[in-house]
């Protein structure tokens, strides 16, 4: 059984983000806010972790287009092969804010994510509770949206009645209040000039 951790969206107590860092150290996988639609994911450095996240969403790990929620752009170089000036300045422009980007991967990717995939998602998301739980992880969070079997909506905006479905499925959901009906904008950025591949609720500024 799952637990439910309520963290207030614009000042996040110590102790509950500490509650959802330690699930994630031990493998866990989480269900959270972001600055989007909720996601779910784990530590990048459990491999146990990503294989169930990628049970969960019913895709193999190989073919899954994960994401990585960074605390910031500092450690970009940590993951991602040396990006031109240009992209770079156009992150700082657009982060922390509601999109993705996809990079080239470096070899510090974990080998379970990487296989035969090249690229790598990077977000940081404008959203406290999310930020403050990869700080304090010390590493960023693997993450995919949470999505639903629904011909209204597509995401799940209400944290108790996801809970409710997942409480049997993963380590614990946290409750930042209504998640957003639309996921992020997605941009590639691995031939040098940034191409939109999906438009979220925010246009970036190119």
Do not use: W
Request: with cysteine; net charge negative.
């Amino acid at each position: 059984m799952s637990v439910l951790i309520r963290i207030h969206p614009d000042n996040p107590a110590e102790r509950t983000v500490r509650q959802a860092v330690e699930i994630l150290q031990n493998g866990g996988v989480v269900i959270y806010p972001t600055d989007t639609v909720y996601g779910m994911g784990c530590d990048i450095t459990k491999p146990k972790a990503v294989e169930r996240v990628a049970q969960l969403k019913g895709v193999k790990v190989e073919k899954a287009n994960f994401s990585f929620i960074c605390e910031n752009l500092s450690h970009l170089s940590d993951y991602t092969k040396p990006i031109d000036n240009s992209i770079f300045k156009m992150m700082k422009r657009n982060l922390p804010g509601p999109f993705t980007f996809i990079l080239e991967a470096n070899n510090n990717v974990p080998k379970i994510l990487k296989q035969n995939r090249k690229t790598v998602g990077i977000r940081v998301p404008a959203n406290k509770i999310i930020i403050e739980i990869v700080r304090m992880l010390g590493n960023p969070i693997l993450t995919t949206s949470l999505r639903i079997d629904d011909d209204i909506m597509e995401y799940p905006t209400d944290p108790e009645l996801i809970y409710e479905d997942y409480k049997n499925r993963v380590d614990a959901v946290i409750d930042g209040g209504a998640g957003g009906l639309f996921a992020s904008t997605v941009i590639d950025c691995t031939s040098g000039e940034p191409e939109i591949i999906r438009m979220g609720s925010v246009e970036p500024d190119i």
